[in-house]
């Protein structure tokens, strides 16, 4: 049983405890917010004790990992001080997205966790869907061919307007990641951002990318635009067929170029299929539990979330400096 415990007791935090609490797997022996109400809420809700300062949980409890919950600026920038403090504690930890909204802390991270021997993990939920596996399956089955071609696109309605490069930092490490789970790493990097005129920060983007396997991606992302019929959208063209992945785990099919015989896939509900997008948060943190549980590799783990991150940050240099720009130049 892995003792698990949550720094952070906002929303996303109390999905993680649900979640922990509904796998027989974890056990949930504790959770700590820096806001009392909220750590004493989530911890009456989910019949577990209630800390308000990191050290003095670590200090308290036995515990094997923690989910670091935090937000603060873009996102990710309270994240860096209780994930230090639970890699110090010899404590795996999975870190939500963004894993840092700052490049060298996210290194740091990466670099403290691998010198401990400790799993460190990102919360790429996006990917963890039977779909996504499954596309996998068909392209080393050879079904797709030659990868040439990624179209990505995710958006969703954010109107917040803390930082210029919010949407960047604090959304596009989903949508990088599902393209570097299918395309592997990332070469160059060149990209326009733009927003409507109600808006200020650069809550739209276009960011092209070069990978290592010569495959051509592009990445169409907004905080403009309404959920309401679908937030994401993936489509891979190959040598042999095209494929498409929608809306996460909605419909995945492979249209063949050779035949009009279509390939689908469907993870219905009858069979523990997805009630809501909460299930890639089940899929996620039951992944988590079973891998640390084993000892470890993780998927979606600290050195990928930091490959993403760095994907957006070299789509902020392009923009900025308007060139392109190599992955060599912040991942040497
Ligand atoms: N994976 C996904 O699909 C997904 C979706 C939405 C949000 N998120 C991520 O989840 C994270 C949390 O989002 P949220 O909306 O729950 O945030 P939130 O701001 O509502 O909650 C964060 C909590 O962390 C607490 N906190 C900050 N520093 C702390 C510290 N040092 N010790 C203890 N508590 C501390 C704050 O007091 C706050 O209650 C963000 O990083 C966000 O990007 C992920």
Not at 138 to 146: H, P, S, Y
Request: glycine fraction near 8%; proline fraction near 4%; include cysteine.
């Amino acid at each position: 049983m892995l003792r698990v415990a949550i720094v952070g007791c906002g929303g996303i935090g109390n999905t993680h405890a649900r979640q922990y609490v509904s796998n027989p797997a974890a056990k949930l022996v504790a959770v700590c917010d820096i806001l009392h109400d909220r750590a004493d809420a989530t911890a009456a809700r989910f019949a577990t004790r209630a800390y308000h300062d990191v050290a003095e949980m670590l200090a308290a409890e036995e515990i094997d990992a923690v989910s670091v919950c935090t937000s603060g600026v873009e996102n990710g920038g309270d994240h860096y001080l209780p994930a230090r403090q639970c890699l110090e504690a010899s404590k795996h930890v999975l870190v939500e997205k963004p894993l840092s909204n700052d490049l060298e802390r996210a290194k740091e991270l990466v670099a403290l966790a691998r010198d401990r021997g400790l799993l460190l993990g990102v919360d790429l939920n996006h990917r963890f869907v039977p779909q996504a596996e499954r596309a996998r399956e068909w392209i080393r089955e050879g079904r797709l061919g030659e990868p040439m071609l990624c179209n990505m696109e995710l958006w969703i309605n954010n109107p917040n307007e803390s930082s210029p490069w919010y949407h960047l930092r604090a959304l596009h490490s989903h949508s990088v990641d599902v393209m570097r789970f299918f395309c592997g790493d990332v070469r160059s990097v060149h990209a326009f951002l733009g927003h409507s005129s109600k808006r200020t920060i650069w809550s739209n983007c276009v960011i092209n990318l070069e990978f290592e396997n010569g495959c051509l991606g592009a990445l169409f992302g907004s905080y403009e635009a309404a959920p309401r019929h679908g937030i994401e959208r993936l489509e891979l063209l190959g040598s042999a067929g095209r494929l498409v992945l929608d809306n996460v785990f909605e419909r995945l099919e492979l249209y063949p170029h050779n035949s009009d015989e279509i390939l689908s896939y469907r993870w219905s509900m009858m069979n523990g299929g997805p009630h809501s997008f909460e299930q890639t948060f089940r899929n996620r943190l039951a992944r988590w539990v079973a891998e640390v549980s084993a000892g470890g590799p993780v998927s979606g783990s600290g050195e990928e979330g930091l490959r993403a991150l760095a994907v957006v940050e070299a789509a902020i240099r392009s923009f900025q400096e308007r060139r392109v720009v190599e992955m060599a130049e912040l991942l040497p």
